[in-house]
């Protein structure tokens, strides 16, 4: 038997058409399908063009109110309601919305709806965050999720693979933000075009999972049709602690064939910042030193976690944020928001004077919540900073890791974190 | 939405665009609780480009560089498009998530570095969907063939209908 990477197994397993071989056309059966307020009410749409009636099994439909979430105007607010009607009208009990939800592709790994070996289809591009759990998120229009509801079945190019292997273990202020950021800068933003990243190697052990989902979140950033890492027992335990029935890792067999390899040594790398307007345009934080910035953003699917938030708070603890700067932090779930509130980790950054929001894609997107006015300049540690991506075209982004994000925050320019944190030099 | 069908022929001015022409300036995601084409059309490009509404006549053909419609997977950028008036798109390159969602709603996107390379604003270019080619003045060429799955969609009209077939029978 051919030996195969680890997308081609698990896309294997799924088919009910084809031979999940590089470059083939397979039809594949999800185990999970995902929408969201802004992708679902027009793929319901869809669905009801195509004739359908009913979803093919409403126990493997997730909808979450995110993005407009809650909603900022009627317009917004009749999108959730059409998202919310759907789910009752087909007895769908995933149903999320703000007070018991957050963002989608963090809540559905909380939720425990997505562990080794499974297929999230989801109409989002940073499905492919599911990536983090052995399993493989793919990304869709609206059009194509409402063909997924109506067959539960989609068709997909087998992607080819590029392996990604991690070695050493991080330093001080690097995270997994910053091995994405790395990885993009050196392949480009389209880099993995047509292939599914697999990540693996003797470095995963010293990235935990939620390092682990920053960087599949932005697999798409590098173009990757999806993207996989290696299961482990980081993985089989977080699959437990979520309530989740054990389930095999997936591993690529020996000799599997990789259309590239990459080799990246964590303990080399040094916090990155990725200048507008691409995600690919990391340079290390020391070359950007004294940009200055007007507001902070720390949150989105890739970077609101709970480890997100202790190393804000480890940054503001006892300190006040520069003035004349704003910033907004997001925690990416009603559970991680809960989470943050237990362990002080709000207070403390509330202290510092940021504004704590409810769980939302907001700001990220350009949606709400934060956005920026014309000639303004943000640090996030969001996925995208392309122009106008925040708001105004002529606004910016600088995306970086929740420590960079919280240095600028105090020094009010772009600054290393250990610099912001070291005391001020006399004038002597 | 009249959906592709296998065979017609694209005539119209180029517009030219550069490389990474991403889903947010396509439709800046302030306006993603919008839905209906009229509404969305009316942003098209505005955050690249808040004059092209103003200029794009139905039937134009988009000339863009390396991996169009990068970024968000949303639908919305599509229907802008198409609302627009934009007919067609040459491209160097584009993203997976984007190239299935014009497929599925009937806008055909043409791969040829060449004439996305060639092609100059505001001439006028003649596509022909059943060859793949793309023609302009005495000057041609041959765009990459689609995938079977692709072809197939295409020939029912779009993802919608093909999906009514299947669910008919």
């Known amino acids: 038997m051919t030996a195969r990477a680890i997308a081609e197994k698990i896309l294997a397993a799924h088919a009910v058409e084809g031979h999940a071989e590089p470059g083939a056309i397979i039809t594949l059966r999800p185990d999970v399908v995902l929408l969201n307020d802004v992708s679902g009410p027009l793929a319901f749409e869809q669905f009801a063009a195509m004739g359908a009636t009913r979803p093919f099994d409403p126990a493997r439909i997730v909808l979450v109110a995110d993005h407009f979430a809650p909603a900022p105007d009627v317009t917004a607010a009749g999108a959730i309601a059409l998202t919310r009607d759907f789910a009752r009208r087909h007895g769908i009990a995933h149903f999320y919305e703000p007070g018991r939800g957050g963002i989608e592709h963090t809540l559905l790994a909380e939720l425990g709806l997505v562990g080794h070996g499974q297929i999230v289809f989801g109409a989002d591009s940073h499905t492919c965050t599911a990536g983090a759990f052995n399993a493989l998120g793919i990304g869709f229009g609206s059009t194509d999720l409402a063909a997924a509801l109506a067959l539960g079945q989609l068709w997909m190019r087998v992607p080819e693979s590029i392996r990604v292997e991690l070695t050493g273990r991080p330093g001080p202020y690097v995270t997994g933000k910053d091995v994405i950021l790395e990885l993009i800068r050196r392949i480009g933003s389209d880099g993995a075009a047509d292939a599914a990243l697999e990540f693996g190697g003797p470095g995963l052990a010293a990235l935990p999972v939620d390092a682990r989902m920053a960087i599949a979140n932005m697999a798409v950033e590098a173009g990757a049709d999806t993207c996989v890492f290696e299961g482990d027992t980081l993985s089989a335990a977080d699959m437990a602690r979520r309530g989740m029935a054990p389930a095999p890792a997936v591993m690529p067999d020996p000799g599997a064939p990789y259309r590239a390899r990459i080799a990246i040594d964590l303990g080399s790398l040094s916090p990155l910042v990725a200048r507008p307007p691409s995600p690919a345009g990391g340079v290390p934080v020391e070359a950007l030193r004294g940009q200055r910035v007007d507001q902070v953003y720390v949150g989105n699917c890739s970077n609101g976690t709970l480890t997100d938030l202790r190393q804000v708070a480890e940054m503001l603890r006892g300190r006040r944020i520069a003035p004349g700067v704003r910033m907004v932090v997001v925690p990416a779930t009603q559970k991680i928001w809960r989470q943050a509130l237990a362990e002080g980790l709000l207070d403390c950054i509330a202290e510092a004077g940021a504004a704590i929001s409810t769980p939302t894609c907001g700001a990220c997107f350009g949606g709400h919540m934060g956005i920026l006015a014309a000639g303004e300049t943000a640090i996030a540690t969001t996925n995208r900073n392309y122009r106008g991506r925040m708001g105004h075209p002529d606004s910016q982004v600088f995306l970086a890791n929740a420590w960079v994000a919280a240095a600028a925050a105090l020094a009010g320019e772009i600054i290393h974190p250990a610099e912001a944190l070291a005391p001020q030099e006399s004038a002597a | ?169």
């Not at chain 2, 065979?7 to 396509?26: L, M, Q, Y």
């Not at chain 2, 039937?59 to 802008?80: K, M, P, Q, T, Y």
Request: hydrophobic fraction near 45%; proline fraction near 6%.
């Open chain 2, 1 to 169: 939405m009249s959906p592709l069908r296998e065979g017609p022929i694209f005539e119209g001015r180029i517009h030219r665009f550069g490389d990474e022409v991403n889903t947010d300036v396509i439709l800046p995601g302030r306006y993603l609780a919008l839905r209906r084409p009229e509404e969305l059309g009316r942003h098209c490009l505005e955050g690249l480009d808040p004059g092209f509404v103003g200029r794009v006549r139905p039937g134009d053909i988009l000339a863009a560089g390396r991996n169009f419609g990068c970024g968000s997977s949303r639908e919305h950028a599509v229907i802008a498009l198409k609302a627009a008036g934009v007919a067609a798109i040459v491209a160097t390159s584009v993203a997976r998530i984007f190239f299935r969602n014009a497929v599925n709603l009937g806008l055909p996107v043409l791969l040829c570095p060449e004439a996305a390379a060639a092609l100059a604003e505001g001439e006028t270019a003649r596509i022909t969907l059943d060859d793949l080619m793309i023609r302009q003045g005495t000057r041609h060429w041959q765009a990459q063939p689609l995938g079977g799955e692709v072809r197939a969609i295409l020939a029912a009209g779009g993802l919608v209908p093909r999906v009514r077939q299947a669910l008919a029978s």
